[in-house]
């Protein structure tokens, strides 16, 4: 009904411009546009709506661009989630999940054959097609949207008379509800309110287009209810539970859940639950180690061994791990995948527990004390500052401050704000440090904490991700991210009590129910500035491939091992002794 080629250009119709040209010469005016989806998409996100030949070259020019970085499907969903369908007082109604509840009150996914084709046929002119003030021009319009649907094989004849003699079926009172996400809006009045004085958005008529993707606000909405719902019994306190979700490429927000009801409004435990964060923030003492690939590298050699370190006022600190018991000599890619905390306390007070605490303020602006157990994780953040941080790995060593508005236009249709979309890329170092430590992490599901995600089937995706869990199990977290999306879940209790769940057991089900539904990319780790080489199960040395018990590790360029051990001898041992014994 809009583009008919929609599928087949590339964001502009030549023949339906020709077209529009040869009205507007007879007419002697701009009174046609000829424009596709894609333009009408560039047009509401980024354009006025003046008639001026300056700006439908630039809407064209915007909407070619569009087409080569995306494909159709993604301009389609974007288009279906921002066309313009109705108003209901001040509240315009933006999309067709908007529109289904507006006109029928469901949700877009219960829609009927005869639903879709009057909202399909009131793009044209939601006011001039309104069904409620003229039912009759909305049941000529609708009808012209079957027979199109029937013409081109969407409808056979019998689905198209069916729908035709119903009626238009919408409800007497709009059902649009005020609120559907209040946890991701809630971070949009936030951000908003840092960026404009209070004054300046009251009463201005503003519209601002946020980042929520509506399909991943859905699905981490269903996670983290299921999810809390079978672990909920008896034994254990009343459940709560929080996710971020975000773009790993640029930083924004797609989702956010506050509550374990979450269309409930009030605490939103995404942004002011702060909880402490236990092992999920070990990564980032790893970080520090292999920002020096002259003293450390994935293949050293740390003791996990009893360590007692001296604290103010005469007192010490001497943490255990969590099985009770110590693994001696291990190499820092286990000792974080396996989450080892006295080996891991052994590197933080080696790199500096000072420079911990100021890596935390560069990348989430977090304020933690440098005690040594800020080492484990003792510290109280937000699941949406834990994201923050994050941000930092799953994006590859790039800093993007994490945004849930694209950009604020007026009344008029004139950008009030466009955030910045462009991030600096990554210093050199910063990627070579964030893709070892994202390799570590990749481990940690492979063969680690995390290993309960390979049996849920998400091998494919190359997992990274790190669990977490307080004292006494009162706070589950896990983060982790593929090639698409980072996210980072939460499960605890608001009383602060015991819940009994670790982070694999609790907080890491809800991110892989999340990711299992949510379409995404498998985490690729580039070699760039990395080289690879296999490293002597006995020394800190590179050996050959067939060595016994040799395993292979990356490394910043031009900084292996400078020593190398052959097993040549020891397998001309072994096969005279093999010998001897028969």
């Not at 969903?77 to 507006?102: I, P, R, T």
């Amino acid at each position: 009904m809009e583009d008919r080629d929609f599928k087949h250009h590339r964001g502009i119709d030549p023949m339906g411009i020709l077209r529009a040209a040869w009205v507007n010469m007879r007419e002697g005016g701009l009174s046609q546009g000829g424009s596709t989806l894609t333009q009408q998409l560039v047009r509401s996100l980024f354009l006025s709506r003046e008639k001026v030949f300056s700006r439908k070259i630039n809407e064209a020019l915007y909407a070619m661009i569009i087409e080569a970085r995306f494909d159709k499907g993604t301009i389609l969903e974007a288009y279906l989630n921002q066309v313009y369908l109705g108003q209901s007082g001040s509240q315009a109604v933006h999309g067709v999940s908007a529109a289904s509840e507006f006109w029928f009150g469901r949700e877009v996914r219960g829609l009927r054959e005869h639903e879709i084709a009057l909202l399909i046929g009131m793009i044209r002119g939601p006011s001039y097609y309104d069904p409620r003030r003229y039912p009759e021009r909305a049941l000529a319009r609708r009808n012209l949207v079957l027979d199109m649907m029937a013409e081109t094989g969407l409808l056979d004849a019998d689905t198209q008379a069916a729908a035709k003699a119903r009626g238009l079926g919408i409800t007497t009172r709009p059902g649009v509800a005020g609120n559907r996400h209040p946890a991701f809006l809630d971070l949009v009045r936030r951000q908003l309110e840092r960026d404009y004085p209070a004054n300046a958005l009251r009463g201005a008529g503003l519209s601002v287009y946020t980042t929520l993707a509506p399909s991943a606000q859905m699905y981490a909405e269903a996670s983290v209810r299921e999810n809390l719902d079978a672990l909920q019994n008896e034994r254990r306190p009343a459940l709560q539970g929080a996710m971020v979700v975000t773009d790993v490429r640029s930083g924004e927000v797609v989702a956010v859940v506050g509550d374990r009801v979450p269309g409930r409004v009030g605490f939103n435990r995404a942004i002011e639950a702060q909880r402490p964060v236990g092992s999920v923030l070990k990564p980032f003492v790893y970080l520090l180690a292999m920002a020096q690939p002259g003293r450390y590298s994935l293949a050293t050699v740390v003791d996990d061994a009893p360590i007692q370190v001296s604290l103010p006022g005469g007192r010490s600190w001497a943490p255990e791990n969590s099985d009770g018991r110590s693994h001696g000599r291990v190499r820092l890619i286990d000792a974080l995948a396996l989450s080892y905390n006295q080996a891991t306390v052994r590197l933080g007070m080696e790199v500096g527990v000072d420079r911990l605490a100021q890596l935390l303020k560069v990348l989430g602006e977090v304020d933690a004390p440098a005690n040594p157990s800020l080492i484990l994780g003792s510290v109280d953040l937000s699941p949406l500052a834990v994201t923050q941080l994050y941000q930092f790995l799953a994006s590859g060593g790039e800093i993007q401050p994490l945004r849930a508005v694209r950009g604020v236009v007026d009344a008029d249709g004139k950008p009030v704000n466009r955030y910045r979309e462009d991030i600096d890329p990554a210093q050199g170092g910063d990627s070579i440090t964030a893709r070892l430590v994202t390799i570590a992490l990749q481990r940690a599901v492979t063969d680690g904490t995390g290993r309960g995600l390979m049996s849920d089937g998400l091998g494919w995706m190359r997992v990274a991700g790190k669990t977490g869990t307080s004292n006494d199990g009162r706070d589950s977290w896990f983060a982790g991210y593929t090639g698409s999306h980072l996210a980072v879940a939460w499960v605890g209790n608001d009383a602060n009590e015991a819940t009994g769940l670790y982070g694999a057991t609790g907080a890491m089900r809800l991110w892989s129910t999340l990711v299992r539904s949510l379409p995404g990319e498998p985490l690729q780790v580039g070699d760039t500035d990395l080289q690879w080489a296999w490293v002597s199960a006995e020394e800190y040395a590179t050996t050959d491939e067939t060595c016994p018990q040799a395993q292979r590790y990356p490394f910043v360029r031009g900084y292996l091992p400078g020593y190398h051990r052959g097993c040549t001898v020891e397998r001309v041992r072994g096969w005279f002794g093999r010998d001897n014994r028969e």
